[in-house]
């Protein structure tokens, strides 16, 4: 068997709903860990967390960041058991950011239940200082970076993440992340702002830090089965009290780039997400080039493919081949303040809603890797709704009864293909491609070679070709694009916007 790493994610995208129904009804650790989980939430006055996850759920789904959190560690969770079930055991487990209290809590340094409740004290300590700060990423290595935060001189501007060779992270006052993101468009270095609900890594929620020393519920910690690498201490995870290293990596800078590389210099050969969607690998891709991932939960049977990967069949199946299921839409992302409906039940959907939020939290890994192109135009910035969190609810693919319920399905097709050839004509004359060369199933960042800021830049035109700002937000369709993809999404969103 391969050495393997596990990757739990920090904040991404809230989980889709029934994404863990197969795995309840098929493992028992699966089934006593959403129990933990559930529980910690009760006490604390949140509502069950599994609900949404293993049943189509009606009606609307209350939101907070604390149950994003949670979300995120159930689906966390649920992967780790799922790979243990079926013989993969990891050589070392690595967080990003918050994804670390779920390695913690994985390796068994501490309890699922203690996990969950740090994660929430975590969570209400950033929204009780409600630091209107934000995070930039920007598409060179960490040492121009932070030389672009000097240049601004302001101590809470800082490098927060080091993700790839070609793809760092600022975090810091709005006021000096604009400053930064102009320095940056004049010299030629593409930058996104990260929509997250809670900014970190930064010295400006060392208030937060202290709040959560004070007030976090002390927890019982000890060795773990397996081992835990953290990215920001630069080493493995002793001893520590959970609490102090939660409260130390709020204002820590992370550098995922150096403990991936680590991880490989010492023999580590796989890196499997324990998440919905290839985020934290992207990063490992992007650093170790030739490395292989695998992202069990983005793929039709998850299961299957952790039997691959022990059958030693995983050679076949590069991180281009993956085969999601149908193509997702996305609503609008709700307000803060409103719970995002929950979608009807999708033929499977795979989609990353993007988040809502109503504070801060690193969702770094949320967010594409960054290539440094230089002819790369400068990037619209992605609205602020929130993501690395809160979700957006999923919407079923795009179908005459979604799109327009008054039109007959030709009809539907029609507006579907006009749609279609107007988009590839925009891609195609941006990228310098003839459009005919464009298919509508073709991805555009495996199949293509579109980085993620020209992505970012071509959904902006479209927004505003068809007059759907909304458009900008829906995240699926730069982590999953195709055009046909984004094609489904103007002509349900256009229809959507005719029947009101």
């Known amino acids: 068997m391969v050495d393997s790493v596990f990757v739990m994610p ?5 989980p889709r709903t029934g994404i863990l129904r197969d795995l309840h009804s098929r493992y028992e650790t699966v089934r006593e860990a959403l129990t933990r989980i559930d529980k910690a939430a009760r006490e604390l006055g949140l509502p069950d967390i599994s609900t949404r996850l293993i049943e189509d759920v009606a009606g609307e789904r209350p939101y907070s960041p604390e149950v994003q959190y949670l979300e995120i560690f159930a689906v966390s969770l649920a992967t780790y058991h799922l790979l243990l079930a079926e013989g993969v055991e990891p050589v070392a487990i690595v967080g990003q950011s918050i994804g670390e209290l779920w390695a913690l809590a994985a390796a068994g340094h501490v309890s699922v ?3 969950a409740r740090l994660a929430v004290a975590r969570s209400r300590a950033l929204t009780r200082q409600a630091w209107p700060g934000m995070m930039l990423a920007v598409g060179v290595d960490g040492r121009r970076a ?4 000097g240049l601004i001189g302001h101590p809470h501007l800082v490098l927060a993440c080091e993700n790839t060779p070609r793809q760092s992270v600022l975090s810091g006052p709005r006021r000096q992340i604009d400053e930064a993101e102009r320095v940056a468009e004049a010299l030629g270095w593409p930058s996104v702002r990260l929509d997250v609900p809670h900014p970190t890594h930064t010295p400006a929620v060392a208030q937060a830090a202290r709040d959560l020393l004070a007030t976090a519920p002390r927890v019982s910690y000890g060795g773990g089965r397996w081992r835990v690498s953290s990215p920001w201490l630069g080493r493995d995870i002793g001893d520590e009290d959970p609490v102090e290293l939660v409260a130390g990596a709020l204002t820590a800078q992370v550098r995922m780039l150096h403990t991936v590389r680590a991880l490989h210099a010492a023999g580590a050969d796989t890196f499997i997400e324990c ?3 290839p985020v934290v690998t992207r990063f490992v891709e992007a650093s ?3 490395i292989h991932s695998v992202v069990p939960l983005s793929e039709h049977d998850p299961v299957a493919a952790v039997r691959a990967l022990v059958a030693g069949r995983t050679e076949t199946m590069s991180p281009q081949a993956r085969t999601p299921a149908s193509p997702p839409v996305l609503a609008a992302p709700p307000p803060v303040t409103s719970a995002p409906p929950t979608p009807p039940r999708p033929a499977p959907p795979v989609v990353v809603p993007p988040p809502v939020a109503t504070a801060p939290a690193p969702a770094v890994a949320a967010v594409p890797v960054v290539p440094a192109a230089p002819s790369a135009p400068a990037a619209p910035p992605i ?9 957006q609810s999923p919407v079923a693919p795009a179908s005459p009864a979604t799109v327009a319920p008054s039109v007959s399905t030709s009809d539907t097709e029609g507006r579907y293909a006009v749609v279609l050839n107007e988009i590839r004509a925009l891609y195609g004359d941006y990228l310098g491609y003839p459009p005919e060369l464009l ?5 555009l960042e495996s199949d293509l070679g579109v980085e993620s800021l020209k992505q970012v830049a071509l959904l902006g035109r479209v927004a505003d070709r068809y007059g759907l700002p909304d458009l900008r937000a829906n995240t699926s369709l730069l982590t999953v694009g195709t055009l046909g993809r984004i094609a489904q999404a ?5 229809g959507e916007a005719t029947a009101r």
């Open 113 to 115: 239940g203690d996990a």
């Open 146 to 149: 932070e030389s672009l935060a």
């Open 275 to 277: 998440g919905e969607w």
């Open 288 to 290: 170790v080039p030739g």
């Open 490 to 494: 103007v002509v349900q969103a256009r």
């Open 383 to 391: 609205p602020s709704v929130l993501a690395p969190p809160t979700p």
């Open 439 to 443: 298919g509508d199933d073709d991805g």
């Open 10 to 14: 920090g904040t991404v995208a809230a």
